[in-house]
């Protein structure tokens, strides 16, 4: 029988703490200065968590409070108000944008007769930035609404004709936010923060960079290229009128709260028929023999295991974020990152992993009564949990679902490659009895200290310890010295 969200729930909250050591894991291992990442199941937050610096320049640690630019995520809330408009009776799908926008009508007829629905899903053909895109390095200022027409009337603003191929265009949902301005009467500030933000009490979202609130934003970092190993600060800059396509800011907390409002059932913001709509496959996303992925109106379509995952990625100078939401099954995970080259994708895909991972626990029987009178008491699984290494690396002991599983947590999808544990007694486990190329179906044994923790640990005759005591250790090991 599936699970409810508040059983799913409560899942969550048992793997939260090992979804968060995973995180801060792979934060240290890629050397991203900060994560910020929240899991919501229903109406419940089960992680909350914020991992690292908002500023490696200062030091500064980073909270849950940090905001983040969150740059292409504002599609979605630019189709979402779209299809609260088009619910509304005063837009349609298939309104030509020249409709809203008269200025393309002048200067560009072809741009003008693209419709609403091909805008939202990228088959309009649109440029993306436009000749000269280098604001997106901070090279010079982002548009503002003049310099967004002349590149949307310039005579190669269409790349491919209508319906051609799924073209991502940012100057093409800079153009809805200019409609929605038409059809409002409001700045698309404005209309965003009363039809999306202050609807669902989001006090740390906003639809662009806001300069009173500057002390609060996490800094953005550079990637690290070619072997570099110290990060620059860059500064954030207003988005100007490609606001609808990449200006908002919001935090992991806020994301999951506005994710939840796109789930089934909930009318907060739509009606279930338009949540449907904006996440039916719209464009197929295909080159080169790839498998196809998918977009709907405004968010981004993946399939991952059993989940129809929908959410959008966003990239902004110094910050990467990505959140997922499976509408039916009331989950949303949101990782933000405050680097160029900021693996947030990985990030969210692996929190979901580890989740279902946990939700695949086969539910335990209880033993019958007469044995446990006679049985000896099991160890308690918490006890064995924890970080173990040694020269090849780290293993994991963790307990998701209610049962031990051995993972390798250097990897970006940990979920690929584990072996369930069980208790044989109180120093060993036993790994499951399947393929593979690690020691399953050998011992684990525990060497206790006298705190009882673990001093040391054998899995399949490999001797691991706690980190911090391998990495004391370490060079005389390696060295072959006494220790």
Not at 144 to 171: C, P, W
Request: glycine share 10%.
């Amino acid at each position: 029988m599936p699970r409810t969200p508040d059983q799913v729930a409560d899942v969550a909250a048992q793997a939260a703490p090992y979804l968060e050591s995973w995180l801060e894991h792979q934060r240290r291992r890629m050397r991203v200065p900060g994560v910020q990442a929240a899991v919501r199941v229903g109406d419940r937050v089960v992680l909350d968590t914020a991992l690292g610096l908002a500023d490696e320049t200062t030091g500064e640690e980073l909270t849950t409070g940090h905001l983040f630019r969150i740059a292409s995520h504002s599609k979605t809330f630019t189709a979402t108000a779209v299809l609260q408009l088009v619910e509304e009776g005063r837009m349609r799908l298939d309104d030509p944008i020249g409709q809203w926008v008269p200025a393309l009508a002048e200067g560009a007829p072809a741009v003008a007769a693209v419709t609403v629905r091909e805008l939202l899903g990228h088959q309009a053909g649109i440029v993306r930035d436009g000749g000269d895109n280098d604001f997106w390095q901070l090279l010079h200022p982002f548009p503002d609404e003049q310099g967004l027409l002349a590149t949307a009337t310039a005579g190669d603003a269409l790349t491919f004709g209508r319906n051609e191929h799924f073209k991502y265009s940012n100057v093409g949902y800079s153009l809805l936010g200019l409609a929605i301005e038409a059809v409002t009467g409001t700045r698309y500030a404005e209309h965003l923060r009363h039809a999306v933000i202050d609807r669902l009490g989001l006090a740390d979202t906003g639809p662009e960079w806001a300069p009173a609130r500057a002390a609060e934003y996490a800094a953005g970092h550079t990637a690290l290229l070619d072997g570099e190993v110290t990060r620059l600060r860059i500064p954030h800059v207003d988005t100007r009128a490609m606001a609808a396509a990449t200006g908002f800011y919001s935090t992991a907390r806020d994301l999951t709260t506005y994710g939840a409002a796109h789930f089934t059932g909930d009318g907060t913001l739509l009606s279930d028929a338009a949540k449907r709509l904006l996440r039916r496959p719209e464009s197929e996303v295909r080159a080169h023999g790839t498998e196809p992925r998918h977009y709907g109106l405004g968010f981004d379509l993946d399939t991952v295991g059993e989940r129809r995952l929908v959410g959008h990625s966003g990239g902004y100078p110094g910050h990467i974020t990505r959140t997922w939401f499976d509408p039916d099954a009331q989950v949303v995970v949101s990782v933000l990152t405050n680097c160029v080259d900021g693996p947030a994708d990985v990030l969210a895909r692996g929190l979901l992993a580890l989740l279902d991972l946990a939700l695949a626990a086969p539910e335990r029987a209880e033993a019958a009564p007469e044995r446990a009178e006679t049985a000896p008491d099991p160890a308690d699984p918490a006890r064995f949990t924890g970080r173990w290494a040694s020269l090849w690396g780290v293993l994991d002991v963790a307990l998701l679902g209610g049962r031990l599983v051995l993972l390798h947590p250097s990897l970006p999808t940990p979920a690929e490659d584990w072996l369930e544990l069980t208790v044989e007694d109180g120093s060993t486990l036993r790994q499951e009895a399947a393929a593979g190329f690690g020691s399953p179906g050998e011992a684990v044994e525990y060497t206790w200290g006298p705190d009882g923790t673990a001093t040391e640990v054998r899995f399949g005759g490999l001797t691991t310890w706690p980190v911090d005591a391998f990495l004391a250790r370490r060079a005389g090991q390696v060295a072959g010295l006494p220790r």
